[in-house]
């Protein structure tokens, strides 16, 4: 049964066939090695029902729109009858119609009754669950009756056609369908699917596995089915209950107060655990997760600035496959950065199963105008933006191995890359164009300020990886310089490239100026046009757009928010007043940075605005696209508003900084931080925090200096303005 708690599920009662597929992004069950769509059983006629395997993409037979996602078997169909009579909703009355998705469990559950057209009734029940503790495994428990008669539910498991699949071999034995799906140009999957059926209930378990192109299957179908029937469905459903009771404990974000922020924040944990994997670095999070065909599952800078961070302070073992998987396609970036005339490493704008870039050409906008896509030539941050999540992954775990052996070598050729990449100007000054920022309302302009600050940074980092690694492990060091090729004369010209590339701030408003020439165009004020959030394409057309100074998503903010320590509260609060008021949100990545933003900025109910807006991208559909899935970044982005922007909690070099700063509605605001082997519980409410600690740590209250705090728990109250000294708790 699931868990009464409302605080814990999510449920949808009665059926529109309209918004069935936005209701299948929500309920989908996923395990970080496949996803299935909340589909119901019997399927339903606007239906888009879909298995995905993480990292399985194939090709069009003219390789004309890049990877998309393999579709596996329909492995929960039903065809539920009542001796020759279909049992559909169309046909007859529904009595009842209920999904609820327990967050908690990890279990999608449906009550089904229906009046036939005989008036007879029909009670129908069914839970799903994608395995958390063993990712092979996907379950499926049902049962029907008719006045004790039980329901028949047909033995076929259909295939649905997907451009990418190339073949598909099929081999169906008394209890058991196996397949073998083979991507065009791409990997290949496995799925053995068992169904026992007895008086109207049903099991049945599915068991996959999937092999890289050209590659070997990754462990056995056969073998894990084996071990699935030994254990038993309760058994089974008993250790995948335990592996989301572990999740939970590690990542649970308590909102008291405030009921509609705690069901936003579990709906959107739920997806990320889901979508994780710590297992291998197979593959990486696409967009829309494994929930939905939205951006054909391809990898975006959503992954490393927006969902990583997540991981990295909730499950480490999954941020680090992230980083791992980009580690994989370093060779294809370098690859794309010799193509276009540079060297080091420019990681795909989209990328799939091989790190090739597989940005279309082409893209239908909002106002449904095929488009030439610039993003693949021209968004380039993509690769500060890995050297990012890789240089936070290394100040948060402090894994010397991981740096020497996969970390540095993403830093450093990333820093290479925009070493290559920004050219000297006739001022003297280097300069990055033409470019995109975040904000790709405005394509070609020159030295975006997200992209040249990220650069300066990650050329920073590359030389302090080159003097970390070499006084650290001198050896080490040489051998990675030497296999990189990199010598003292491409460390000068790091330096000087980071010392002389182009910042416009104004020096009287502090206000970075986006591009060059940002401050030139119309000014607009986005709140007039239209209600927030909106597609800037629709209300101005595509080529006023570009003339004006309405910005899509956060850009500037952006930086800011990456990069917390780096800017003065004076500086960021300068640049929030101006941007926030110019921005659309036009893209799902905005309204959650600007609540984090907000938030650190004291403005506490602005930012619970902007956490509301993050919130109902897919649980109220605001932008009409839920049913191309699950937006991760917008998931992540509430996690981070409430624990990076409520929570007030900063990483910095040397120590936890903790500033919880909650808005008027909540009451309470709890989480886990897994910081340096450590793992910090902050419990606060708007005058109290409670901070407890598993191993020693140093760690600042606002704005006070660190204070080393042995394991154990801890005490500070808010009172004029600032945080009192923690005091320890007694324990009893
Ligand atoms: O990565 C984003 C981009 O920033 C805006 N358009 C959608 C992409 C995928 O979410």
Sequence with gaps: MPVQDVLWRLESAGFDRFRERDLESWFAVANGRTGTRGSLEEGSPESNPATYVAGIYGRRPDDSSGPEPLIGPQWTFLDPRLADTEVRLEIGEILEQRRVLDFRQGILFRFWRQRLPSGQEITFRSARFAALHDRQLLVLQADGHCDGTPLAFGADIPLPAGPSLEHAAFTRGRDQVDFELVARKGGRAFFSISTSESRGSLERF?????AAPGGQPEGSPTEALARAKKAGLTATREQHR???????EASDVVVEGDPDAQLALRFALYHL???GDPETDFASVGARGLTG???NGHVFWDTEAFVLPFFLHTHPEVARQLIRYRH???????ARARSLGYTGALFAWESADDGRDCTPPFALTPDHVVTPVLTGREEHHISADVAWATWRYWETTRDEEFLLRVGAEIVLETARFWSSRARRGADGCFHIAPVIGPDEYHEGVRDNAYTNELARWNLERGLETAELLSRADSSGWKALARRLKLEEADLARWRLVADQLMRRC???????????DFFELEDINAAELAPRPFAGEL????????KTQLVKQADVLMLMHMLPSAYPREVVAANYRYYEPRTSHGSSLSPGVHAVVAARLGLAEEALGYFRMAAAIDLDDRMRNAAFGIHMAAAASLWQTAVLGFGGVTAEADCLRVDPKLPASWTRLAFPFWWRDNVIRIDADRSEVRIELRSPADVALGA??????????YRARFGNGNWSQPEEVETG
């Design 293 to 295: 065909p939205g951006y």
């Design 206 to 210: 599915a068991a996959v596995a999937r």
């Design 328 to 334: 994989r396609t370093l060779p294809a970036a370098r």
């Design 539 to 546: 209300v101005l057309g595509r080529d006023r757009l570009q």
């Design 242 to 248: 335990k592996a989301w009771g572990e999740r939970w």
């Design 273 to 275: 655990i889901s979508v």
């Design 506 to 516: 104004d020096a009287d408003t502090m206000v970075y100026e986006q591009f060059e």
């Design 704 to 713: 006070g200096s660190p204070r080393r705090l042995a394991r154990g728990r």
